[in-house]
């Protein structure tokens, strides 16, 4: 192979020698620049700080009663505008109960133009027996703080995945996001027509009526049909939400897609009966459920650890508890109930922001709260949040900063 010879003229010469030089240069300049602190911020930093806090600080401003729930408005403690969200999102409340740092997330029910003028709202309904919600319906008053996170969650609309007509199922506070996307198509903010089977057992149990009814009455791609399982009413249909009555309403003659949020049991009763409608599966959106109270009647639970109890030796970098669990109960609920202040957001297995390392042991996790990348499976990483211990574990959970 014979030499390649390139011939390089005299500007590109000079082009290479200033490159050769370049560090020379830089290293002069920074010498000959003063030694402080540099003061200036980057304008995008900025931005991206406010459109995605790790925490926001907010206060009670107002508090507004619905029989067995109220709606908390928040505002920053300087009534400054606060980060945007996607109608169908929701805030996750970092909670200091009994000692424990415990998480809970509440689906924004107000429009995303509200954000804009410094103002969230949340929905709280009552919960008998529950740890949180009972206590901040009883205790939370006007001027009380809170911390919570950025909006988070994917439970909205998208016109490259979601047909241009929503059926929305929703039962009981399962409103909430749904309250939020009509809010938002009144505002011109979102561009779908939403057609809402609410379901409820009394009439008395209906929230939200006056506000949905208003918005029905002024935005043409807003309908609400209220369903009532436990009595019979002129103007309310009468039963469950059943592939049926989604059919009775859903638009005949066009494409369609179904969201559904409500509690448990709504969740279980309505997966047949979606199926029924065959829609395929790109048509159809649930809000992350909520993780079951009874894992012992889920498929693949090994029944051999119902009602047992176990201990989690925690580890969180240098620091280590050995904490007592319950094989009905998650493995977080254990972490919190003694203390640890540990990272969690939407308690359902979707959000990944308590991902932690499995050292030793087995948890069960149920199908739809199985969320986990492959690698993570692979790897031994669980979500605390969603796992229920079925064994001794030994647990390496990251820290929280905030």
């Not at 169908?88 to 003028?117: F, H």
């Not at 059926?167 to 009509?182: E, K, N, Q, R, W």
């Not at 009763?269 to 649930?286: A, D, K, T, Y």
């Amino acid at each position: 192979m014979s030499d390649l010879n390139v011939k390089v003229g005299l500007i590109g010469k000079l082009d290479m020698l200033k490159f050769k030089n370049m560090a020379k240069v830089r290293e002069k300049a920074i010498q000959k620049a003063p030694a402080k602190e540099i003061s200036g911020t980057f304008p995008v930093n900025e931005n991206a700080k406010a459109l995605h806090p790790d925490a926001l600080e907010l206060t009670v401003d107002n508090i507004i009663a619905r029989g067995g729930a109220k709606t908390f408005v928040l505002k920053r403690p300087d009534g400054g505008p606060l980060p945007y969200f996607r109608a169908g999102q929701y805030l996750s409340l970092k909670l200091p109960l009994d000692g424990s740092l415990v998480t809970r997330s509440y689906s924004l029910c107000s429009s995303p133009k509200e954000a804009l003028n410094g103002s969230y709202a949340i929905t709280i309904r009552a919960n008998p027996g529950g740890f949180a919600a009972d206590r901040l319906l009883r205790d939370l008053k006007p001027g009380d703080k809170l911390i919570a996170s950025a909006p988070q969650g994917f439970f909205y609309y998208e016109d490259l995945r979601d047909a241009g007509h929503v059926v929305g199922l929703a039962g009981g506070s399962g409103i909430t996001p749904f309250l939020s996307m009509a809010r938002a198509i009144a505002d011109g903010i979102e561009d779908f027509s939403l057609t809402l089977l609410y379901g409820s057992r009394r009439e008395e149990d209906v929230l939200f009526r006056g506000e949905l009814d208003e918005i029905a009455r002024s935005c043409p791609k807003f309908k609400v049909i209220y369903v009532l399982s436990d009595e019979e009413r002129d103007c309310f249909e009468h039963g469950f939400l059943t592939a049926e009555l989604i059919r009775k309403y859903a638009p005949a003659d066009e494409d369609y897609s179904v969201f559904l949020c409500g509690p448990e049991a709504m969740y279980r009763f309505l997966q047949p009966e979606i199926e029924e409608l065959g829609l395929p599966p790109r048509r159809f959106r649930r809000k992350l459920i909520d993780v079951t109270k009874s894992p012992w009647a889920c498929e693949g639970y090994p029944a051999e650890a119902e009602g047992k109890s176990f201990s989690i030796r925690v580890k969180q970098g240098p620091e280590e508890w050995t904490v007592p669990a319950s094989a009905d109960e998650p493995v977080l609920v254990a972490i919190e109930r003694a203390g640890i202040k540990a990272p969690s957001r939407c308690r359902a297995g979707e959000c990944g922001w308590c991902r932690s390392r499995l050292l030793e042991g087995t948890v069960f996790i149920p199908k739809e709260n199985e969320m986990r990348r492959w690698a993570d499976v692979h790897y031994g990483y669980i979500h605390p949040c969603c796992s229920f211990p079925t064994s001794d574990l030994v647990l390496e959970i990251p820290g929280e900063f905030y």
